[in-house]
């Protein structure tokens, strides 16, 4: 809800409610009126909710699930486990396993989807959960070690979360990358995406694309167009949050091809096929609304989302999402 200069927001989840604005009063006010409609117990300001946990400080906010952590560590038995140092294998063959099929799913099924919800302030299991995901008609042994192992990663950190500073610049910046002809069964590719406003992490996808690229610079274009769909939709939701952005967006990608064919006006044969989504980030970036840079691949944050990678780039990419450990390890 907004007036002239007053803002209110209020998000409901069946019977839990979180109220924010930038007027005290306004919201105090609402609060009231809602008393008077309904039975609600006010529990002040926000620390917890749905499972996140809450602190912040003059400095800023911090998210995390590290009682949800804590509690998929204890249901799994794997409290006094060894940690992992990463969350995946590198080599991992998920796609062609050949074990035995699990006499009861139920379980895995149950732990995956635990782990999808982690992911709301763990950008760095996206991409083993979206491969777990994909398993859960029929999963087998080798699926259910590599979901140990991704709880085992997180008894590193149960505490880790993601960090909102309190002073930001307020500029969207999106990177994108993809993984060309990634599934072994399909040959689609996979598309990494992550956004972040300011030094702040605010959106991340990893996702299988749902055609077949014929080269590594259509899928990255392909990733180009998402990417960018996400940020113009982000761009209006800060509109809404009355937060203006006036100013070109940015977009980051480690191919040199489609960054080209972004700043071509010249369609060759072998793109037209994919001319809509080259017209689309196009048009965005002659109208100023978008602003193309390129990034070395081992610099790439959107890599953690297409691949598995080993422990020193894993480690390296991590520290550039904006992730915090307030907790020690468990």
Same mark, same amino acid.
């Given at each position: 809800m907004k007036t002239n200069t007053n803002f209110l927001a209020v998000l409901v989840y069946v019977d839990d409610m979180i109220n924010t604005g930038n007027d005290s009063f306004q919201c105090q006010k609402f609060k009231q009126f809602l008393h008077g409609q309904f039975h609600l117990k006010d529990l002040g300001p926000l620390k917890f909710f749905l499972g996140l946990e809450v602190a912040r400080n003059p400095e800023g906010i911090f998210l995390s699930q590290r009682k949800y952590a804590l509690d998929i560590l204890t249901d799994t038995g794997l409290s006094g486990a060894k940690p992992s140092p990463i969350p995946m294998s590198q080599q991992h063959q998920l796609g062609r396993s050949t074990s035995t099929p699990l006499t009861d799913p139920s379980s895995y099924r149950r732990l995956v989807g635990r782990l999808l919800y982690l992911t709301i302030t763990r950008p760095d299991i996206l991409y083993v959960v979206n491969i777990l995901s994909q398993?859960?008609?029929?999963?087998? =042994?080798?699926?259910?070690?590599?979901?140990?192992?991704?709880?085992?990663?997180?008894?590193?950190?149960?505490? &880790?979360?993601?960090?909102?500073?309190?002073? $930001? $610049? =307020?500029?969207?910046?999106?990177?994108?990358? +993809?993984?060309?002809?990634?599934?072994?069964?399909?040959?689609?590719?996979?598309?990494?995406?992550?956004?972040s406003l300011g030094n702040a992490p605010i959106s991340w996808r990893t996702k299988k &694309?749902?055609?077949?690229?014929?080269?590594? +610079? @259509? +899928? @990255?274009?392909? +990733?180009? %167009?998402?990417?960018?769909?996400?940020? *113009?939709?982000?761009? %209006?939701? *800060?509109?809404? =949050?009355?937060?203006?952005?006036?100013?070109?967006?940015? =977009?980051?990608?480690? $191919? &040199?091809?489609?960054?080209?064919? %972004?700043?071509?006006?010249?369609?060759? @044969?072998?793109?037209?096929?994919?001319?809509l989504d080259c017209h689309f980030v196009r048009e965005r970036i002659q109208s100023n609304e978008l602003c193309t840079h390129f990034i070395r691949s081992e610099d790439q944050p959107a890599d953690l989302f297409t691949k598995a990678l080993g422990f020193s780039s894993f480690q390296r990419l991590l520290g550039k999402l904006g992730v915090s450990f307030l907790h020690t390890p468990a």
């Open positions: 398993y859960m008609h029929s999963p087998t =042994l080798d699926h259910h070690d590599a979901a140990m192992k991704v709880v085992r990663y997180i008894k590193n950190s149960p505490g &880790q979360g993601l960090f909102f500073p309190s002073q $930001n $610049n =307020l500029q969207l910046t999106g990177y994108c990358d +993809a993984d060309w002809g990634a599934c072994p069964k399909t040959r689609r590719s996979i598309t990494g995406c992550y956004i &694309q749902p055609t077949v690229s014929r080269s590594s +610079a @259509e +899928a @990255e274009y392909r +990733a180009m %167009a998402g990417t960018t769909s996400e940020l *113009l939709w982000l761009r %209006a939701l *800060l509109f809404d =949050l009355t937060i203006p952005h006036s100013q070109p967006m940015h =977009l980051f990608c480690d $191919n &040199q091809a489609a960054l080209h064919i %972004a700043a071509n006006p010249v369609f060759h @044969e072998r793109t037209k096929h994919i001319e």
